[in-house]
């Protein structure tokens, strides 16, 4: 009996100690993610700003892209640091949706906006910025405030209205913006691994960028109709059933 009071006693001390360590990580993890989207959201404000002031000054969207581009690249490969928010455990999302959903956008800057230059005054891509700058304002914001227990209803009504119309054209402006590409992409063969050579392997960048179009195809809708059940439990107080694969 002795020696079982002595081991219950014991837990108790190293499991309150351990509540203790979690506590104080758990204070460390929401602070760390308070300042990241505050940090992001001011981000992209800046960035919403730098393009309404340059098509005042301008009147044209030739050349936005490129005045905005050092912010987009920063702000946007920042956001890498979502992936590690998940995978170390601070953020209860799927490390591979979440992974998924940086990297196409990291994709998108580097390696088709940034990458082939003559697309750049496309309004295609004029079209996912915009959509891109309110999106991302809105679901940081959204964050900051939901973090802090003081979240405004309006917040919270755009945060599950705003992707109705936004999502969709997002997606339309991301794959215009391919398809623009495409013709330079092929005549320049950019990103592309032709054989005969020391590795034995072949890329090709355009047949690539088709495969990633055609992608859309199925993951869009998914993506959406899951968004829109969000949508419903959130600001409807319906109980959604997940129908198990």
């Not at 209803?153 to 997606?171: C, D, M, Q, S, T």
């Not at 090709?204 to 829109?228: A, E, G, N, R, T």
Request: aromatic share 16%; charged share 15%.
């Amino acid at each position: 009996m002795a020696s079982s009071e002595e081991d219950g006693g014991g837990n108790g001390a190293v499991e309150e100690k351990e509540n203790g360590k979690k506590r104080r990580l758990g204070a460390l993890a929401t602070a760390w993610l308070i300042f990241y989207n505050v940090a992001m959201t001011a981000g992209w404000l800046v960035l919403g700003i730098a393009m309404v002031r340059f098509y005042i000054q301008k009147g044209t969207h030739r050349g936005l892209f490129r005045s905005v581009q050092k912010t987009l690249k920063f702000f946007q490969t920042f956001a890498l640091l979502e992936v590690v928010h998940c995978a170390v455990g601070i953020v209860r999302t799927s490390v591979l949706v979440t992974g998924v959903q940086v990297s196409s956008r990291i994709f998108m800057v580097w390696f088709i906006a940034h990458s082939i230059k003559q697309i750049q005054n496309e309004e295609s891509v004029i079209l996912f910025l915009v959509v891109w700058t309110v999106t991302e304002i809105t679901r940081y914001s959204f964050y900051t405030f939901n973090l802090l227990n003081h979240l405004p209803y309006f917040i919270k009504w755009a945060r599950y209205n705003f992707f109705i119309i936004l999502y969709p054209a997002g997606v339309a402006g991301e794959l215009l913006t391919i398809y623009a590409a495409l013709p330079y992409v092929k005549k320049t063969g950019m990103f592309s691994l032709r054989l005969p050579n020391k590795y034995n392997v072949s890329f090709d960048y355009y047949y690539f960028l088709i495969i990633v179009m055609f992608s859309y195809v199925p993951l869009f809708p998914q993506l959406y109709f899951h968004m829109l059940r969000q949508r419903r439990r959130v600001l409807h107080g319906e109980v959604i059933v997940e129908k198990d694969d």
